[in-house]
């Protein structure tokens, strides 16, 4: 998936004519307006992978494939109850805090069981597996295998991990999605 956030629409159409599909973005009303902006591509694949509150879970919900950052079930119950309104379920990650870093957000991993239970409870909601952002210094590697131990003993199908500086590693440990952002567009056109 190409992280696209802070590029330009015109960045995203490139990116397209060139094969890509799948976009993720970290900000709603940005999203809202590439959505807009790219609204005569039909088969744009949006994924939301950025911190999410729930007076905005109404924006997303039906127009996104995938959102990669519940953390907590107040999260979880929005996305459900908006779910069920609109009839059709949200496919979600859970993410993990797999480094236990205070600056990061997620679920602390021997939580992970309770909060993936607690919210394939909920209708209209699929937890379709885990996301993590391993801390940035050392080695990912270990991280990466303790998310793919996890998604394995919670039976669930996908993983999202890895970014530009170490998806192959992420790719390695049993990765299903990668997002890669630098890589695909380079640095970002502004900042945030």
Known sequence: MA???SQPASALRE???AGQRDFGENYVQEWREKAEALSDLPD?????????????????VG???????VDREELGREIS?????????????VEV????????????????????A?????PHLEVAGLMCIPPVEGDPRNFF??????????????????????????????????RVGTAIFGERAVPR
């Open 145 to 178: 295998v303790a998310m793919r131990e996890m998604r394995d003993r919670l039976r669930l199908r996908e993983l999202s991990m890895g970014m530009s500086a170490d998806y192959p590693e992420a790719i390695e440990a049993g990765a299903t999605i990668v």
């Open 63 to 69: 127009k996104v494939r995938l959102i990669h950052t």
């Open 97 to 116: 805090n797999v480094g236990r870093e205070a600056s990061k957000s997620g679920c602390d991993p021997e939580r992970v069981g309770e909060l993936v």
């Open 15 to 17: 990116a397209y004519a």
């Open 44 to 60: 744009v694949v949006w994924h939301f992978v950025g911190g999410l509150q729930t007076n905005k879970v109404k924006y997303l």
């Open 118 to 122: 607690s919210l394939s409870r909920l």
């Open 3 to 5: 992280v696209s956030k």
């Open 81 to 93: 109850r908006r779910s069920t309104q609109r009839g059709s379920p949200t496919r979600i990650l």
